[in-house]
């Protein structure tokens, strides 16, 4: 509990030496929990064995202190905006080598809780997991999956019951998110001690002052995580220009019906370079499901794509070159998020860009975001006061020391982890593509500066249940 505070607070270093003492926990207790004191070397090797197994489980989320790892760890932004860039190569095969490790690492399950109790070496656990026959092993990991469908259970009727009380007693909101939060953490610590008291039946039960220091932990932790909020109210960025079905992503037509209905605080829409080096604003690569043309839209210059028919949900529109959407957004008064598709020769073409619209962009309050990292540091160094983000598919590590002045993070990877770090650092963290109510309220709750959707007209300013939301991020933040 203390290493995710840290993890929440302060991160770096400080939360990654917790980790490490945390990852010394486990033998510890099975030390303690045996009948004799283990050498040294039977110390190490119990802590190597833990760790090589957590690293494998590592993808599966660690019940949330993945994210707290995530955050401990800086890798350099352009490290990894090398493995984004190239993540449609690399991810397939390395999830299924993963998957395939980990199924098969299965059968040293037993040989890992025959080491907990009695560790002998790397040779004895290897070979007693070689021998174990696979499926046997999995029919019982099979056979305790109702310990996590319970889990869901428990929590969706803790969730239920908040969302009713809040509804009718709004004030009791957080008194009944204390109550929830206290009885799911005794709940799964029952559950731990039960487990490990059917290993080591012999262990004596916690003594009823342990039970008084964990219950008041408890409380103490449920109430500092919903702590009741500022009132925060995330700005709403209508994604590709739209609201819903309401036109053709990233045209003019659009533009004008979304900012007439919705107000959204941004728009935020894609441009790309054509053969001829000017922009067009497109999201897809290619004419095809639009246009219904073959092609790469860099294959074509400027005089063709100007003014081609769009089709979208029913709806007509006209391909514009960003000078002409640019001047709509004027009249209109409309801030743009404008993003760079990684594209074609779009990394040396954004400094001219830049040098063309930089006093626009600044001038209208809007800013310019990408998937690629290049982009961005090509733009801040043409004009250091053009605002930048950085686009991620996936959160890796901490980068918060960057050239990007905010970040547009995948809203179904996001974690209260995530957000502070960037707001430590003074960075802005829009989240997308949200388009559920249920998401657009709780990434609100969760510090959200910004929500990049679909359906702009659907954001309420305020949730009405803050702390049902406070409790949803909480058990999310298990996976």
Not at 11 to 22: D, R, V
Not at 205 to 217: D, E, K, P
Not at 361 to 366: N, P
Not at 392 to 404: E, G, K, Q, R
Request: hydrophobic share 50%; charged share 15%.
């Amino acid at each position: 509990m203390v290493v995710k505070v840290a993890g929440l607070t302060v991160a770096g270093p400080l939360s990654l030496l917790g980790l490490l003492l945390l990852s010394g926990w486990l033998p510890w207790l099975a030390e303690v929990s045996g009948a004799r004191y283990w050498r040294w070397r039977q110390r190490g090797l119990i802590w190597a064995l833990v760790n090589l197994t957590a690293l494998i489980w590592l993808p599966l989320g660690w019940c949330g202190y993945l994210a707290t790892l995530q955050v401990s760890l800086r890798l350099p932004a352009a490290f990894q905006n090398a493995l984004f860039m190239s993540r449609y190569q690399w991810l397939p095969v390395v999830s299924v080598l993963w998957l395939g490790l980990w199924g098969y690492s299965l059968k040293w399950l037993p040989a890992l809780w025959q080491q907990l109790h009695r560790p002998t070496s790397w040779r004895g656990y290897w070979r007693q997991g070689w021998q174990t026959a696979w499926w046997p092993v999995v029919r019982r990991f099979i056979r305790y999956s109702w310990v996590v469908v319970a889990a869901v259970i428990l929590a969706s009727g803790w969730l239920a019951v908040t969302w009713l009380v809040e509804s009718w007693w709004p004030a009791a909101g957080f008194g009944m998110l204390i109550i929830a939060m206290t009885g799911l953490q005794v709940a799964t610590w029952c559950a731990l001690s039960w487990c490990w008291h059917r290993g080591w039946p012999q262990l004596p039960r916690t003594s009823i002052w342990g039970r008084v220091v964990l219950l008041i932990a408890a409380i103490s932790f449920a109430g500092w995580w919903g702590r009741p909020g500022p009132g925060h109210v995330a700005a709403v960025i209508a994604h590709r220009g739209v609201n819903g079905n309401d036109g053709v992503q990233n045209t003019t037509s659009a533009l004008k019906q979304t900012v007439r209905t919705t107000a959204p605080a941004m728009v935020e829409m894609d441009i790309q370079p054509t053969a001829d080096n000017h922009w067009v604003v497109m999201h897809d690569p290619n004419l095809q499901a639009l246009a219904g043309r073959s092609g790469a839209v860099a294959d074509y210059r400027l005089n063709q794509l100007s003014g081609l028919s769009l089709r979208e949900n029913g709806r007509r529109g006209q391909l514009s070159p960003f000078s002409d959407y640019a001047t709509v957004a004027k009249r209109l008064r409309q801030p743009l998020l404008i993003e760079i598709k990684a594209v074609a020769n779009a990394e040396q073409l954004t400094g001219a860009f830049i040098a063309r619209y930089g006093h626009q962009i600044r001038q209208r309050g809007s800013a310019v975001h990408s998937l690629d990292y290049r982009i961005i540091m090509a733009a801040k160094r043409r004009d250091a006061r053009v605002r930048v983000g950085f686009v991620t598919p996936f959160y890796l590590t901490d980068f918060s020391h960057s050239v990007a002045d905010f970040y547009s993070l995948q809203g179904l990877t996001a974690s209260r982890e995530q957000v502070n770090a960037a707001h430590r650092a003074g960075k802005p963290v829009y989240f997308w593509t949200v388009d559920r109510l249920v998401d657009q309220q709780r990434l609100t709750v969760l510090g959200a500066d910004g929500l990049i959707t679909n359906r702009s007209g659907q954001v309420p300013a305020i949730s009405s249940h803050y702390y049902f939301y406070q409790l949803l991020n909480w058990c999310l933040a298990w996976l």
